[in-house]
């Protein structure tokens, strides 16, 4: 987890309110993602960025939002939260396009 | 979907015997990854084999890929207790782009000392 951190690391909110995420990392890493992580699914990729303000859209991205105005910082947004997204939330960082090093997680539970 | 698909989705074995996994996925890759994640932690990974290589090592670990079969195995040798993790394969997919990395669901391993 060295280098990546996550917050916040545990968050429990209600249907219907936003939620912002945050991905902090300092090894200066060209490339970032969001995953969420549910029984049964494995790990499923929600937004990447491959530089600052440079975002694309991963296999789940319905109902969420990212932003990347600093190489360090990427941020999800749950616009309007939902029981389906209650999971487990990591951020990545790559500086190819190949190893990927992940955060520590954030559990989120939507009530 | 791309998802790879672990194989045995448990595995339990003593400390001292190999740990075998499996992954299959679906189509075309560029490489293909293993990640290893213990409990309530992220993943960590362990090593990565380009399509056009068929073996690769590195200390206890020994990894396989059969791009005519899509699978892939994942050899543990001479387990710990300290192995007790998840682990998972990751590929991408050559259409898809680099970007994309698609995981299997895991294989749960379980050394008992």
């Known amino acids: 987890d060295a280098g990546i951190t996550q917050s916040p690391r545990h968050k429990v909110t209600e249907t219907g309110t936003p939620v912002t995420l945050r991905c902090h990392q300092t090894?200066?890493?060209?490339?970032m993602y969001w995953y969420r992580q549910d029984p049964g699914h494995g790990l499923r990729l929600i937004h990447y960025?491959?530089?600052?303000?440079?975002?694309d859209k991963g296999e789940v991205s319905d109902g969420y939002s990212v932003s990347r105005s600093k190489t360090e910082d990427f941020l999800l947004t749950l616009e309007s939260a939902t029981s389906s997204q209650t999971s487990v939330y990591f951020c990545?960082?790559?500086?190819?396009?190949?190893?990927?090093?992940f955060g520590p997680g954030t559990r989120l539970l939507v009530l | 979907s791309q998802q790879g698909e672990e194989d045995p989705q448990a595995l339990s074995i003593q400390e001292g015997e190999n740990a075998t996994m499996n992954c299959s996925y679906k189509?075309?890759?560029?490489?293909l990854q293993w990640y290893r994640q213990n409990s309530g932690r992220g993943l960590v990974h362990l090593i990565l084999?380009?399509?056009?290589?068929r073996e690769k090592h590195s200390g206890r670990l020994r990894v396989t890929l059969d791009t005519s079969k899509k699978s892939s195995s994942l050899l543990i040798t001479a387990s710990r207790a300290a192995d007790t993790a998840s682990y998972f394969c990751?590929?991408?997919?050559?259409?898809?782009?680099?970007?994309?990395?698609?995981f299997g669901t895991g294989t749960r391993l379980t050394v008992i000392p």
């Open positions: 990751a590929t991408d997919a050559v259409q898809a782009g680099a970007n994309n990395l698609f």
């Open positions: 084999i380009r399509s056009n290589e």
């Open positions: 960025s491959y530089g600052v303000k440079d975002t």
């Open positions: 189509t075309s890759i560029n490489n």
């Open positions: 990545a960082i790559s500086a190819i396009q190949e190893t990927q090093y």
């Open positions: 090894e200066n890493h060209r490339y």
